[in-house]
Each structure stands twice: as structure tokens, then as C-alpha cells.
């Protein structure tokens, strides 16, 4: 089994003739929860979008459990779960539709049993049978999330998945990633602005700033942060920012 | 600087010059897009100036059935666009802006009138230019377009003074469940019910039923109730052919988005989402041309017209979703295909449906090599 979940060689994407991101590098293995943080604007939606194939790079490769998702992007995406924004979810139709589409696009017989017992943790087994349209934001992430879990991936990209969940609901994600990253089943790349989440739960972090990834963090140096100051992610971050701007 | 004039103005404008800037912010891309429109609408003109005098004994003895299908479908125009612009200026980004109800009101008339405002000059346009293509028919002519002119004025008041029975604010969402059941078992049958959902929600059988009636009341004295049910039902059947076409190509271009990060192959993809409406768009296709028969046109014309229509909408579908999967040169891949339907409807009919067919196969199996 392929231990390397996300490798990313000299990525470049843009939207038109504008370049957003620029000689990106990065090696995500199973078992790890990648923390991408970087303030609005910085490009962590852009990269996230390229990881999963949304957007073709202008120039190097995306390798998801080995293969490219540019050359080969059905084995690529066998591996991936998505977390879309929730206003991309199709509002007519019902949650449970929606895992349906999902698990017979991923060429599975059923929905797995985790993922109905994860929506029934949610509390949103009564709610699944319900068009989306109707749904709170917060219902909306936690779909999006069993969406993202349904293939029983090898990577995981998560996109402010937190936002709009309260604070049991964040719980129970942050634990269920947390056993899937433990057990070594998967790898976590997750995109936020919630420090909490980078120190309680990341194992590594790194910090993206006008599209080029500037600083990142070992999972020694993430301990080390835990155990300083309460706002030592903040400080870190802040210098980081400043010594690049120098 | 304290900034002047109507805020909500001031955004319709942002809007449109952001549209027509692009993503590069190109004021020369706006000013080629708009000179291109303009260019287009003359050549539409001066085209139609050609095939006038072929189209004018065929529109001549319609002109009541003709201004019905007009003034009918200005008022739908005008009703849902301001139904869903009095939805946006009251929950809207805009809504808590401090302007007045009556600055709010008449923004919304400006957005639902602009395309009868916009049809109502070029129809009083065309006049003299058409008239001079057919100097022995220009009083028809005249009585034509000016009739038509009339009508899209009567229409779209109409449409504007419809009642609407609920404020839009108040309207709350369906709950219950739509389409089949879900089972729990892995499929993509969903996705057919998907087109059909978005149809329902766009043509809304409610407003159809309140425009049929003042539809039959300005009917001509001495029309045959025949002729008039056929003209209302091909209307109806016309609108709804449509909008579904409008539909697919909605939920196409969502679904390919959704089930981007999948690894669904675009043939599946699009069969689960085509089918049914496809099917749909073949029966009541039928159903327009056996109507189109009942108002005296050949059965052979009907069907052309019919073949016509089901290739545009199955090309049109698998267009957008080659467009949602990325594929580059989008624009040459349409006009290509729709140049080759243009030369085989002219020069062999029968091709047109099973050309189609293998355009949209082509389509889906190209791979995507840049991202637009």
C-alpha cells in the first residue's frame, strides 16, 4: 500500500492569465492531519480546488496515493474525499439522495454503515429524507462531511468544514478524523482559520501566504507550540508573515 | 467622498461592467463584447430582411396566433423576473440598504421590464427595415411588427400586474421528500429526477393556469375554440419545452460540478442525468407536433421542426456538461456543431437526429486539457 496519500511536485494554477499559486511542494503520508492556514485570499481554496482536479494546473503534478489526478483521474479520485462548500450541495434533492449519488459515483454497493452511523451522531438521520433546500448551514457541513467520508478515503480534503457546526457536532468530526488519521487509514488536509483545531488535533501545519507555501510546522514543533503560550500559534504565524514580508 | 444617485442603480451597474469586463477587469474586453452584440443584432436584422419575403406569407394569415404566443410569453417574462427580483431587493446583499420601498419598486421595474423595453425598440426598428425588404407587402409588414409591438407592451403589463397570492418573503421552502424514495442501495436515479425538479420549480403550473385565462379573453371574436385550445396548449407545451431545456442545462453544469471530485465517467454521468428528461423532451416534442399538425401545418414540417428542436436540446445538454468538465475551446466545439446540424438539416434531414447523437458521444469522450 502506498504510504504517500497527497505529493505535490512544483505546482502552478491560475485563473486566466493570473497566477494564484506558484511552485508549490508538499508530501502528505496516511496517518497524518495536514493543517493549511493562511489569512483570505491567500490561495488555500485554489489549492484544495487543484488537489481534487477542479481546476487543471498551468504546470507540475498532483499525485493522490500515486497517481496523477491530471493523468489518471479516475484511480486519483477513487482514493479522495471531497468536502464541497455547502452551497454547491443540490438543493432539491434529499440528504440520503445525495449519499446515494455519491456511493454509486464511487461504484459502491450501498452506503456504508460508518457513514449512516456518523449522520445518526450528527443527529441527522431524521433529516436526511429532507430536501437539502431546507437544511441549516450547519446541516449542510455535516453532509458535506458523510459526503467526503463515503469512499472510505485515502485522503481527505476539508475546506473550513468546521464553520456553522456546533460545538457537539465539531466534536464528533474532529474525533471521527482523528481515529481514521490514528488507525493510519487516511491522511487529513484541512484548510482553517480555527487555531484550536491546528493544535489539538494537526500533526503537521503550514502556512500559505500569496500563493507560496512560506513556513510550515513538524509535528516537534507543533508539541512545542502546545506546550507554550496559550496564543504561541498566533505569534508563530505572525512572524512567519512578518519574516517573509521582510 | 459621499457617493450620489440610487445605490441599487449604482450596483446593476457594478454588476454588468464586472460581467463584461471578465475576470481580467478588461474594459476593451467590455467595449469588443458590446460592439459584438450590437454587430450581431444588425446582421440578425439584415438576415432577416433575406428570408423575410419567404417568412411573411407564413406568418401573414398567424398574426392573431402569433401576437397570443407573444403577449403570453412577455407576461411570464415580466411576472417571474419581477416575482424574483422583489425576492432579492427584500432578502438580498441590497435589502439593508436605506432606500426607499418606492426606489426598491422601481428598480425591480427596470429589471423586469428591460427585455420588452429592449424588444419593443427593435420591433418598432425592424419596421421600416422589413418593409423596405417586401415594398408589395409593406402595410402587412407594418401591421405585423406593430401588432407584435402591442403585444409585448400588453404583455409584459400584464405580467406585471399579475397578483401574486403569497408575499415572497413568506414563501418557505418544501420539506418533504421529492422524487422516489430513497432506499439506502447506491444509485444514481436521483439524478434523473434532478432536471424534472428544477422544471417543476422553474414553470410553475400556477401562474401558467392564471395566464391562460386572461389569454382566452383577449381571443378575437370568431375564433374556433379548436383553434384557440391548440394555439394556449402549443404555447404551454412550447414554454415547457424550454424551460426543461433550460433546466437540464442548469442542473447539468451543478451535477458536473457536485460530482467533479468523483470518479463517475462522463458517459454514465450523463446518461443518469439525461435520460429522463430526454425522454420527456421526445413526448411532449410529439405532443407540440401533432398540435402544430391540428393548425394546419404539414405533418413533414412539423416533424423537421420537431427533429430540429430534440437535436438542439440533446446538443445543448452535453455541451454543458463538457463545459462544466473543463474541456477548452468550448466555443468552436458549439459553432462546429452547430454548423454541421445547419448543413445537414439543409441537405439531409434525416441525419440531423443521429448526428446529434454521435456530436454529444464526441463531447463527452474528449478529455479536459485546461480548465476555462
Avoid at chain 2, 407592451?153 to 420539506?175: D, M, N, Q
Avoid at chain 2, 462544466?324 to 466545439?333: D, M, P, Q, S
Wanted: aromatic content about 6%; overall charge positive; glycine content about 6%.
Amino acid at each position: 500500500m502506498n504510504n504517500v496519500a497527497l505529493k505535490i511536485q512544483a505546482l502552478k494554477v491560475g485563473y486566466g492569465a493570473r497566477t494564484v499559486l506558484e511552485g508549490i511542494n508538499l508530501s502528505v503520508a496516511r496517518g497524518e492531519w495536514f493543517a493549511l492556514l493562511g489569512p483570505n485570499g491567500s490561495g488555500k481554496t485554489t489549492l484544495l480546488r487543484a488537489i481534487a482536479g477542479q481546476l487543471i494546473p498551468a504546470s507540475g503534478t498532483v499525485l493522490i496515493g500515486g497517481h496523477s489526478i491530471q493523468e489518471v483521474p479516475e484511480q486519483a479520485k477513487r482514493l479522495l474525499g471531497f468536502a464541497h462548500p455547502p452551497e454547491r450541495l443540490p438543493a432539491l434533492l434529499s440528504g440520503r439522495q445525495c449519499l446515494e449519488v455519491y456511493a454509486a459515483a464511487h461504484e459502491l454497493a450501498e452506503i456504508g454503515m460508518p457513514v449512516l452511523a456518523l449522520a445518526e451522531r450528527f443527529r441527522l438521520t431524521s433529516a436526511l429524507d429532507c430536501a437539502v433546500e431546507t437544511y441549516s448551514l450547519g446541516m449542510r457541513q455535516k453532509l458535506c462531511a458523510l459526503l467526503a467520508l463515503v469512499n472510505d478515503p485515502a485522503l481527505i480534503i476539508l475546506d473550513e468544514a468546521f464553520n456553522g457546526l456546533d460545538p457537539a457536532s465539531a466534536l464528533i468530526l474532529k474525533q471521527e478524523l482523528a481515529i481514521r488519521v490514528a488507525s493510519e487509514r487516511c491522511a487529513v488536509v484541512l484548510a482553517t482559520h480555527a487555531l484550536d483545531i491546528v493544535l489539538g488535533h494537526a500533526t503537521r501545519a503550514a502556512l500559505l501566504l500569496e500563493g507560496e507555501l512560506i513556513r510550515a510546522w513538524s509535528a516537534p514543533e507543533l508539541s512545542a507550540l502546545r506546550a507554550g503560550a496559550p496564543n504561541a500559534l498566533e505569534v508563530a504565524l505572525a512572524d512567519a508573515a512578518a519574516t517573509a514580508a521582510a | 467622498m459621499k457617493q450620489t444617485g440610487n445605490p441599487l442603480l449604482r450596483a446593476i451597474w457594478f454588476e454588468w461592467s464586472t460581467h463584461l469586463q471578465g475576470a481580467g477587469r478588461s474594459r476593451a474586453r467590455a467595449w469588443s463584447l458590446l460592439v459584438l452584440l450590437a454587430l450581431a443584432i444588425v446582421l440578425a436584422l439584415f438576415a432577416l430582411t433575406a428570408f423575410w419575403p419567404v417568412l411573411l406569407p407564413i406568418a401573414e394569415p398567424n398574426i392573431t396566433a402569433i401576437t397570443m404566443v407573444v403577449a403570453l410569453s412577455l407576461s411570464v417574462w415580466t411576472h417571474w423576473h419581477r416575482v424574483r427580483w422583489t425576492e432579492f431587493y427584500l432578502s438580498g446583499w441590497v435589502s439593508t440598504l436605506p432606500v426607499s420601498r418606492r426606489t426598491q419598486h422601481g428598480v425591480v421595474a427596470v429589471r423586469s421590464f428591460a427585455l420588452s423595453a429592449f424588444l419593443f425598440i427593435l420591433l418598432l426598428v425592424a419596421v421600416p427595415m422589413l418593409a423596405r425588404a417586401s415594398p408589395s407587402a409593406a402595410a402587412v409588414t407594418k401591421r405585423l411588427l406593430v401588432t407584435c409591438a402591442v403585444a409585448v407592451f400588453v404583455g409584459s403589463l400584464l405580467g406585471w400586474w399579475l397578483p401574486r397570492r403569497t408575499p415572497p418573503s413568506a414563501a418557505v421552502p418544501r420539506s418533504p421528500v421529492i422524487g422516489p424514495p430513497a432506499t439506502g442501495r447506491a444509485s444514481l436515479g436521483a439524478l434523473a429526477q434532478w432536471g424534472t425538479l428544477q422544471t417543476q420549480r422553474w414553470f410553475k403550473p400556477r401562474i401558467i393556469s392564471r395566464l391562460v385565462a386572461p389569454a382566452v379573453l383577449i381571443l378575437p371574436m370568431g375564433i374556433s375554440a379548436n383553434l384557440a385550445l391548440a394555439v394556449l396548449g402549443l404555447w404551454v407545451i412550447s414554454l415547457y419545452l424550454l424551460i426543461m431545456l433550460r433546466a437540464s442545462v442548469h442542473v447539468a453544469r451543478s451535477c458536473a460540478q457536485w460530482l467533479q471530485p468523483t470518479p463517475i465517467r462522463p458517459a454514465r454521468l450523463a446518461w443518469a442525468l439525461g435520460w429522463l428528461p430526454l425522454l420527456k423532451q421526445l413526448v411532449w416534442t410529439l405532443a407540440a407536433v401533432l398540435l402544430l399538425v391540428a393548425l394546419g401545418v404539414r405533418p413533414l414540417i412539423a416533424a423537421r421542426l420537431a427533429e430540429g428542436w430534440l437535436a438542439i436540446a440533446s446538443l445543448v445538454s452535453t455541451l454543458v456538461l463538457a463545459q462544466a468538465r473543463g474541456l477548452r475551446h468550448l466555443r468552436l466545439r458549439a459553432l462546429f456543431s452547430f454548423g454541421l446540424l445547419a448543413v445537414l438539416e439543409r441537405w439531409r434531414a434525416q441525419w440531423v437526429i443521429p448526428a446529434a447523437l454521435l456530436i454529444s458521444i464526441w463531447q463527452l469522450r474528449s478529455n479536459p486539457k485546461a480548465r476555462v
